[in-house]
């Protein structure tokens, strides 16, 4: 232990510390009698717009509202699924997370280090996460239904919608020293092959599968890329371009035309959208309902 650390603070230094933690035990809400904090929202702003403290002073005092309005919503939700008997059990958490997290790894833990934060108090916020959408999915179903009709008038007046765009097959052999790209670019002109030269020579996270970048939309690539692509039929190389990346080759191998999908083709991405839609709608007029219901009273002095 240093020095530093074994110092007692100063009287001025515990007051204003004292003063710090009373102004963040205030209250910037009321939802039917349960408190939410100031220093829960300033975490929650941080968290939503990446500003810390200091920075939160200046922030636009329409979005601290849009942040308060949002954490009134969460507790409105969080309390209809008490109402509806709801829960998140600790199986389904871990499944959960097991999903889209190694718990164990190093990041991690590091990430909850730097955020404050211990693993039980993200696990609880992840729980709350899912108790949200649990509780949002069992109101909204069987709520809503899209229609055939309606999904093919969708289509019909949002043709233009439901076009597959152009596609290109394209290799490269990119390389930061020039010199070196003329040689590898006179070296297929002596008619080696794209696919071995791209191995020896390309330095692009693509260059041990021959170069392939996939299929592209043209609009994908840097400008000067794109130009030159576009120049080009399937089997020919281009010559050298220069991008702010380096120095590129291309190798373009096949084209995909654009094609306006079927009604069948685009049928899915019709659900999908009318569904958000439907549930956005009816999502909202629940919200207002619980709003309106509900005892609230904000205080905004203290944003």
């Known amino acids: 232990m240093t020095m530093l650390r074994i110092i007692p603070l100063s009287l001025a230094a515990i007051l204003l510390l004292g003063c710090s933690e009373k102004r963040d035990r205030e209250v910037v809400a009321w939802v039917n009698n349960q408190p939410l ?33 949002d954490m009134i919503k969460r507790r409105l939700i969080l ?24 718990t164990d790894s190093a990041d991690f833990r590091k990430s909850l280090e730097e955020n404050g934060i211990t693993e039980r108090e993200w696990k609880e ?15 909204m179903q069987y709520q809503y239904r899209v229609t055939n009709q309606e999904m093919k008038e969708f289509y019909n007046r949002h043709l233009s919608e439901f076009v597959t765009p152009e596609q290109f097959q394209v290799k490269q052999i990119i390389l930061q020293d020039e010199n070196r790209a003329k040689e590898a670019l006179e070296l297929l002109r002596k008619g080696a092959l794209f696919e071995e030269l791209a191995r020896t020579y390309s330095v692009g996270p693509e260059a041990q599968s021959g170069g ?38 291309l190798k373009l191998e096949s084209v995909k035309m654009s094609l306006q999908m079927s009604y069948g083709e685009a049928e899915p991405k019709i659900q999908q959208v009318l569904a958000e839609r439907k ?19 904000s205080n905004h002095q203290v944003l």
């Open 37 to 69: 904090y100031l220093s829960d929202f300033k975490e929650q702003l941080e968290k939503d717009w990446m500003v810390k403290d200091s920075g939160a002073k200046e922030l636009d005092y329409r979005l601290k509202l849009k942040c308060l309005e």
């Open 79 to 102: 309390n209809e699924a008490g109402r509806l008997g709801l829960s998140v059990p600790d199986q389904e958490l871990e499944a959960e997370l097991t999903k889209t997290v190694n």
């Open 125 to 139: 916020q992840v729980r709350d996460d899912l108790l949200i959408r649990k509780t949002v999915d069992a109101v």
């Open 212 to 249: 392939d970048l996939g299929w592209l939309e043209p609009e994908q690539l840097p400008s000067p890329l794109h130009e030159e692509l576009i120049k080009l039929s399937p089997g020919m190389v281009s010559g050298l371009i220069k991008s702010p990346f380096g120095y590129h080759v």
């Open 279 to 297: 549930k956005n709608a009816l999502y909202q007029e629940w919200i207002q309902m619980l709003w309106k219901r509900s005892a609230i009273k």
